[in-house]
């Protein structure tokens, strides 16, 4: 005799589910800063998982013939980690990137610490979508060297009418 039993088994739907802010809960100015290094270990993730076989990630020997003499960072690697972190903090849980814009000013080698700076400049609420602005610096020798900018017009999450979407 076979039992249908449903319960339990989709704890994950079940579960309330934390989301980020709304358009109504965000201002111009809010802001974020975040601090990453880049590791050999997330490059090579990276590359594994996009059968990227550019030689300015990887092979030092190529590379050392080249204007960089170091690998690099992919440069789509920085654009995730922007995206991460308004995924996971501003707005957060629930937004959706729909423009991005950046502008590569220096490379980025790897093992190096960027520091990225997030700032909420502009929100529209009859378009619902909040501009973002990022700056990416890293410190070397008592100085910051700016290392990209960009910015990111996100969609908010939207809030679920009767569902208490923050406990």
Known sequence: ????????????????????????????????????SIEDNQIL??????????????????VKETEYEQPLVPSIM??????SAISKHLPGPGSHVVNFSINFIDPVFHYETLTFEFEVIKVDKMKDVVTI??????ATDNEEKRILDAVVM????????GDDINE
């Open 1 to 36: 005799m076979s039992r249908n039993n449903t319960e339990g088994m989709d704890l994950y739907n079940m579960k309330a589910r934390k989301i980020g802010k709304t358009i109504d809960e965000i201002e111009e100015g809010d802001s974020l800063s975040l601090t990453e």
């Open 78 to 83: 920085l654009m995730g980690i922007i995206t």
């Open 133 to 138: 602005s990022v700056e990416a610096v890293e």
């Open 45 to 62: 993730l990276y590359l594994g998982l996009t059968n990227d076989a550019n030689p300015l990630y990887i092979q030092h020997d190529y």
């Open 154 to 161: 996100v969609k908010p999450p939207q809030a679920q009418i």
